[in-house]
């Protein structure tokens, strides 16, 4: 068999730096389709995946001008060929070819004169996608130094696409054939109107070196969303550094920070860099950032406007490159007005604002899809056979409010899957009972239905209710409700301390 030329090992070698990471995965897979037609001389390509569920291919990314996507059964069609036989196949001439699937060229207008198409094989050996090129340029055919070139390749991007979200996709709907195969954008699944408006402005923000400020309550998807903010752009090769201000003791931070100088104070015996300089040439995700102490403040916004600081007890300015990616679940406007946050760095690190939506806003569809994914996904990493999710149990997941957003949904659907045996029922979901008559707001006697009472309070005072609603739930439990709630045990007690409860060991 002839071999491949050298030249395939270049075909992902500009991607290197993105696969297996939050990477745009459409615009990852197009241009790497791109990069397949040139070096096969081929006038157009098409990535097929296999859907269990409907026993199809259909087109991920493919040069498909004339239709959004096209689908074929197993066994139908050259592609389909290809994913039942499990073989490269080769027609140099389509015209009387049964296994030619003409429709499509009539239901696109473009004409094959050619084509090849070899499977996509896992580290398995599993089939569960074809590579196909059509129209070799400025020859009759495809020749078999191209079948053994696109094989090649094949492995290559089959090794690429097993480090993506998407690739785990498949292995979801391998498991769950009953569910379609989801939409997925940098790990994060949902079709929502809110989180599509929201994916079109991470992609304008990303390439930038613009300060962004993600809004929304906790467990809504913030750091996901900022590491798609890193990756993106074209600070993708350097570190991501989180900061978690709610996790960390105000005295801490500022040396978290920005680090600081032998004897600085007791014990500094040696130099100690900050996240900034570990960071230097990449992100700092500054997580909570509402809860950064004021003369903290005032360091980071010169970070911002000068791109230098001191270390703690330094003198000697410390110039840094980074781009600055916040979050926060507070009304930080409110704090400005409050004199609690420095209005002059509240502009500066809101050039661009994302506000993420509650899960229980983005509608029943994608509580479904994230369900089935967590079904999944849990059962692989316990080295389970996955459950299946009961009707009655995802009404109940629909109804329920979700307070602690996709965290905990993904805490339920674990445990859920933990305790089952072979089916989620809906007394496996450990959810409080509360929740059946909060699901739907109350009518009045005199008016329309009444609005939730939380849409009516101060963000503070919705966050102590959840927090004293959650720890109802494990029973006063403070570890139980940290996990729930994803926040240190000591963060949960300064809160509580804050709310007047003293702090009791549990």
């Given at each position: 068999?002839?071999?491949?030329?050298?030249?395939?090992?270049?075909?992902?070698?500009?991607?290197?730096?993105?696969?297996?990471?939050?990477?745009?995965?459409?615009?990852?897979?197009?241009t790497?389709?791109?990069?397949?037609?040139?070096?096969?001389?081929?006038?157009?390509?098409?990535?097929?995946?296999?859907?269990?569920?409907?026993?199809?291919?259909?087109?991920?990314?493919?040069?498909?001008?004339?239709?959004?996507?096209?689908?074929?059964?197993?066994?139908?069609?050259?592609?389909?060929?290809v994913?039942?036989?499990?073989?490269?196949?080769?027609?140099?001439?389509?015209?009387?070819?049964?296994?030619?699937?003409?429709?499509?060229?009539?239901?696109?207008?473009?004409r094959?004169?050619?084509?090849?198409?070899?499977?996509?094989r896992?580290?398995?050996?599993?089939?569960?996608?074809?590579?196909?090129?059509?129209?070799?340029?400025?020859?009759?055919?495809?020749?078999?130094?191209?079948?053994?070139?696109?094989?090649?390749?094949?492995?290559?991007?089959?090794?690429?696409?097993?480090?993506?979200?998407?690739?785990?996709?498949?292995?979801?709907?391998?498991?769950?054939?009953?569910?379609?195969?989801?939409?997925?954008?940098n790990?994060?699944?949902?079709?929502?109107?809110?989180?599509?408006?929201?994916?079109?402005l991470?992609?304008?923000?990303?390439?930038?070196?613009?300060?962004?400020?993600?809004?929304?309550?906790?467990?809504?998807?913030?750091?996901?969303f900022?590491?798609?903010?890193?990756?993106?752009?074209?600070?993708?090769?350097?570190?991501?550094?989180?900061?978690?201000?709610?996790?960390?003791?105000?005295?801490?931070?500022?040396?978290?920070?920005?680090?600081?100088?032998?004897?600085?104070?007791?014990?500094?015996?040696?130099?100690?860099?900050?996240?900034?300089?570990?960071?230097?040439?990449?992100?700092?995700?500054?997580?909570?950032?509402g809860?950064?102490?004021?003369?903290?403040?005032?360091?980071?916004?010169?970070?911002?406007?000068?791109?230098?600081?001191?270390?703690?007890?330094?003198?000697?300015?410390?110039?840094?490159?980074?781009?600055?990616?916040?979050?926060?679940?507070?009304?930080?406007?409110?704090?400005?007005?409050?004199?609690?946050?420095?209005?002059?760095?509240?502009?500066?690190?809101?050039?661009?604002?994302?506000?993420?939506?509650?899960?229980?806003?983005?509608?029943?569809?994608?509580?479904?899809?994230?369900?089935?994914?967590?079904?999944?996904?849990?059962?692989?990493r316990?080295?389970?056979?996955?459950?299946?999710?009961?009707?009655?149990?995802?009404?109940?997941?629909?109804?329920?409010?979700?307070?602690?957003?996709?965290?905990?949904?993904?805490?339920?659907?674990?445990?859920?899957?933990?305790?089952?045996?072979?089916?989620?029922?809906?007394?496996?979901?450990?959810?409080?009972?509360?929740?059946?008559?909060?699901?739907?707001?109350?009518?009045?006697?005199?008016?329309p239905?009444?609005?939730?009472?939380?849409?009516?309070?101060?963000?503070?005072?919705?966050?102590?209710?959840?927090?004293?609603?959650?720890?109802?739930?494990?029973?006063?439990?403070?570890?139980?409700a940290?996990?729930?709630?994803?926040?240190?045990?000591?963060?949960?007690?300064r809160?509580?301390?804050?709310?007047?409860?003293?702090?009791?060991?549990?």
């Open positions: 068999m002839p071999h491949a030329p050298s030249d395939v090992s270049q075909v992902l070698l500009p991607f290197g730096g993105l696969v297996g990471r939050e990477v745009d995965l459409d615009a990852f897979l197009q790497l389709m791109d990069r397949i037609a040139i070096t096969l001389q081929a006038d157009r390509g098409t990535l097929w995946l296999l859907d269990p569920a409907r026993r199809e291919l259909f087109s991920r990314a493919a040069h498909l001008p004339e239709v959004s996507q096209i689908r074929v059964k197993l066994g139908q069609g050259v592609a389909g060929t994913a039942e036989a499990g073989h490269a196949i080769n027609v140099p001439d389509p015209r009387g070819e049964q296994r030619f699937f003409a429709d499509i060229d009539r239901m696109t207008g473009y094959t004169t050619s084509l090849l198409a070899v499977p996509l896992d580290t398995d050996g599993a089939l569960y996608g074809v590579l196909q090129v059509l129209n070799r340029r400025g020859a009759d055919r495809f020749t078999d130094d191209d079948t053994a070139r696109l094989t090649a390749i094949a492995s290559q991007v089959s090794t690429a696409l097993q480090s993506t979200s998407l690739y785990q996709e498949l292995q979801r709907a391998k498991d769950q054939p009953q569910v379609p195969v989801g939409y997925f954008f790990r994060i699944i949902g079709e929502s109107p809110q989180l599509q408006a929201i994916y079109r991470v992609r304008k923000a990303a390439p930038t070196d613009a300060t962004v400020l993600l809004r929304g309550e906790s467990g809504s998807g913030k750091e996901l900022a590491r798609a903010v890193h990756v993106n752009g074209p600070r993708r090769d350097q570190p991501f550094i989180k900061v978690d201000c709610a996790a960390l003791p105000a005295t801490l931070i500022e040396n978290e920070l920005f680090g600081h100088e032998r004897g600085a104070f007791t014990g500094a015996d040696h130099r100690m860099p900050g996240k900034f300089e570990a960071a230097s040439g990449g992100t700092v995700f500054i997580d909570e950032i809860e950064l102490p004021l003369p903290v403040q005032g360091k980071l916004l010169r970070v911002i406007q000068d791109r230098e600081f001191e270390r703690v007890g330094g003198t000697q300015a410390v110039k840094v490159d980074v781009r600055i990616v916040a979050a926060t679940h507070r009304d930080l406007a409110r704090m400005v007005a409050e004199g609690r946050f420095r209005e002059d760095l509240y502009y500066r690190i809101k050039v661009v604002e994302v506000v993420l939506p509650p899960l229980r806003e983005r509608g029943a569809e994608d509580i479904e899809r994230l369900a089935h994914h967590f079904v999944g996904a849990v059962a692989r316990h080295r389970l056979s996955p459950p299946r999710l009961s009707a009655a149990a995802l009404e109940r997941l629909k109804r329920y409010r979700w307070p602690g957003n996709v965290r905990e949904l993904e805490n339920c659907i674990e445990s859920a899957v933990v305790l089952c045996e072979g089916e989620i029922l809906e007394e496996h979901l450990p959810l409080p009972n509360v929740d059946r008559a909060a699901a739907v707001p109350a009518a009045t006697h005199d008016g239905p009444a609005r939730a009472e939380a849409s009516l309070l101060p963000l503070a005072e919705v966050e102590r209710r959840h927090i004293l609603r959650v720890l109802e739930a494990v029973k006063g439990n403070r570890t139980a940290s996990r729930v709630l994803e926040i240190g045990r000591n963060t949960l007690a809160k509580l301390k804050e709310y007047g409860l003293a702090d009791e060991p549990s």
